[in-house]
């Protein structure tokens, strides 16, 4: 075999040279870029690591996400508390009497409230009796009850002397 009769062969190695030879530049770069890929690898592994424990946070997460989504329901209420707050302040001096008794029944009630929450360690120590302890939480219960009405009557007074001085 000689050399002319390869020339068409010999040619077309020559152009894949030339062609893959020209490629290098772009070659190298994409090869720089992998071993600058290879130095984030840690903070890679981090960000797995931190996604892992974040994982194992998902059932918290998800319990105050259900505590803001309930609080976020409520913002009707709050920003409701909100304006009649401000009525009241526009009408301090007519509601200042309801709001003495208001408060008056509302330290009565959390006086309930705290011998509620004094009688609780007592009740935690009588947990091996289970009728005691269901007699002491019915008991704590039955006062807060009889509070509340007196706290729901002092509210609707003093709602409806912001709103008997509004008129």
């Given at each position: 075999m000689s050399t002319n009769d390869n020339v068409g062969t010999i040619d077309k190695y020559t152009q894949e040279v030339t062609k893959i030879h020209s490629q290098l530049p772009d070659m190298k770069n994409k090869l720089a870029k992998a071993?600058?890929?290879?130095?984030?690898?840690?903070?890679?592994?981090?960000?797995?690591?931190?996604?892992?424990?974040?994982?194992?946070?998902?059932?918290?997460?998800?319990?105050?996400?259900?505590?803001?989504?309930?609080?976020?329901?409520?913002?009707?209420?709050?920003?409701?508390?909100?304006?009649?707050?401000?009525?009241?302040?526009?009408?301090?001096?007519?509601?200042?009497q309801t709001m003495t008794e208001g408060i008056t029944e509302a330290k009565e009630g959390l006086q309930i409230v705290q011998?509620?929450?004094?009688?609780?360690?007592?009740?935690?120590?009588?947990?091996?009796?289970?009728?005691?302890?269901?007699?002491?939480?019915?008991?704590?219960?039955?006062?807060?009850?009889?509070?509340l009405p007196g706290i729901s009557t002092s509210i609707k007074t003093t709602i409806g002397q912001v709103q008997v001085s509004n008129q």
């Amino acid at each position: 075999m000689s050399t002319n009769d390869n020339v068409g062969t010999i040619d077309k190695y020559t152009q894949e040279v030339t062609k893959i030879h020209s490629q290098l530049p772009d070659m190298k770069n994409k090869l720089a870029k992998a071993n600058e890929f290879a130095n984030y690898l840690p903070q890679i592994d981090e960000l797995g690591e931190k996604i892992i424990a974040l994982n194992g946070k998902l059932p918290s997460i998800t319990q105050q996400a259900s505590a803001i989504l309930t609080l976020q329901k409520k913002i009707p209420d709050i920003q409701n508390a909100g304006k009649q707050l401000a009525m009241v302040d526009n009408d301090f001096s007519n509601v200042e009497q309801t709001m003495t008794e208001g408060i008056t029944e509302a330290k009565e009630g959390l006086q309930i409230v705290q011998k509620v929450q004094q009688a609780l360690p007592k009740i935690e120590g009588l947990t091996n009796q289970a009728s005691d302890f269901g007699e002491k939480t019915a008991q704590g219960a039955k006062q807060l009850q009889d509070a509340l009405p007196g706290i729901s009557t002092s509210i609707k007074t003093t709602i409806g002397q912001v709103q008997v001085s509004n008129q």
